[in-house]
């Protein structure tokens, strides 16, 4: 992998891959790792163009030198959705067993191996993109037939990138937020729903913390748990408002025979 130089069609700075620099780099990893000629690795015959390797092994390379909590730190769930997006777009194959995957890059096949290798498998525009013709009647040919691929490809959907570090905090401490609500009133509400994000959230960036949510939940249910009147209202919507947290935060405990109204 550390010798020798590959080499690259310019069309990548048209693709999708081009405007996302970790999936490039990814993708690069790949092409350098590519075999240049057949081999043989712990008893599997490989064809020019192909590598054996493990999920484990492969993050661990793409991850060199970045830190689990920095910026371009790239997750195996993650890699193996950019796996998935560039086999749907024909850049590789890969082919797994329960011990092992072998990737084939076409970009990494010359003209006559790529032949042989495109006709054992579905030939596409884009693995016709990545030969070498040095004709421009060629070439036009295949921008234009590119451009017919692309558009059957649309509803190809990217996957989202994974969210920051902090807001990856803030839906954890809304999942516990919700999850001590519904022990503490017997409900079900979701922490995934997006009101109770928001709302939670907004309590979050004014400093409050978990223990601050749990105080509320317990004085409002020690309140209205027990009053079929205002029992509805122990719901995120009305607990985490901005114009009631506060006070419910700050109040003092009733006694569990009183029953009141409350503003809502």
Known sequence: MNNGWVKLHRDIVHTKLWANPDKLRFYLLLLMKAGHAPSKVYGVDLKQGQFLTGRNALNLELNEGHRANSKHFVSSSTMYSWLKWLKANNLIDMQST????????????????????????STTVQHQLNSSSTTVQHKQELKELREVEESKK???????PEPDPETQKRNAITQ?????????????FSGKSKDARKLISGR???????????????????????????VKYLQPSTLFRPSNFEKYLNQKP???????????
């Open 254 to 264: 009733v006694n569990s025979t009183e029953k009141g109204w409350f503003d809502l």
């Open 98 to 121: 329960s011990e092992y995957t072998v990737i084939t890059v076409f970009e990494a096949i010359d003209d006559s191996e790529a032949d042989n290798q495109l006709n054992n498998s």
């Open 176 to 188: 516990q937020v919700i999850d001590y609500l519904n022990k503490q009133t017997g409900k079900g």
């Open 204 to 230: 979050l960036s004014e400093g409050r913390t978990l223990e601050d949510f749990k105080t509320v939940i317990d004085n409002k249910v020690e309140d209205w748990l027990n009053d079929d009147e205002m």
């Open 154 to 160: 649309k509803d190809i959907v990217e996957q989202p």
